[in-house]
Nanobody, 113 residues
Framework: VQLQASGGGLVQPGGSLRLSCAAS????????MGWYRQAPGKQRELVAS???????NYADSVKGRFTIYRDNAKNTLYLQMNSLKPEDTAVYYC????????WGQGTQLTVSS
């Protein structure tokens, strides 16, 4: 499975954006999927995940602002981001894993006025 992340850009604080992650191969509802981010000079961190197609988890820093969801019919994972803050600025990566582990190439989000 190959992943293609898109949707990043420049957004003002308080704004919204939706990231997409399209899978080239067939994905299954019980595959785990997630979004990670890496800010300059920092380690990559988990933002949100859907584990085995059921359990949804968020980093404390994005709870109540970000929503992760997937459309299995479109083989696509999404991350809806609202009330964006400058500290959300990072490269965002999507990931899918099961008996395999695949990462997307990353998409840049910059939150700045």
């Amino acid at each position: 499975v190959q992943l293609q992340a898109s949707g990043g850009g420049l957004v003002q604080p308080g704004g919204s954006l939706r990231l997409s992650c399209a899978a080239s191969g067939r994905i299954y509802s019980d595959n785990s999927m997630g979004w990670y981010r890496q800010a300059p000079g920092k380690q990559r961190e988990l933002v949100a995940s859907i584990i085995s197609g059921r359990s949804v988890n968020y980093a404390d820093s994005v709870k109540g602002r970000f929503t992760i969801y997937r459309d299995n019919a479109k083989n696509t994972l999404y991350l809806q981001m609202n009330s964006l803050k400058p500290e959300d600025t990072a490269v965002y990566y999507c990931r899918i894993w099961s008996t395999f582990d695949s990462w997307g190439q990353g998409t840049q989000l910059t939150v700045s006025s």
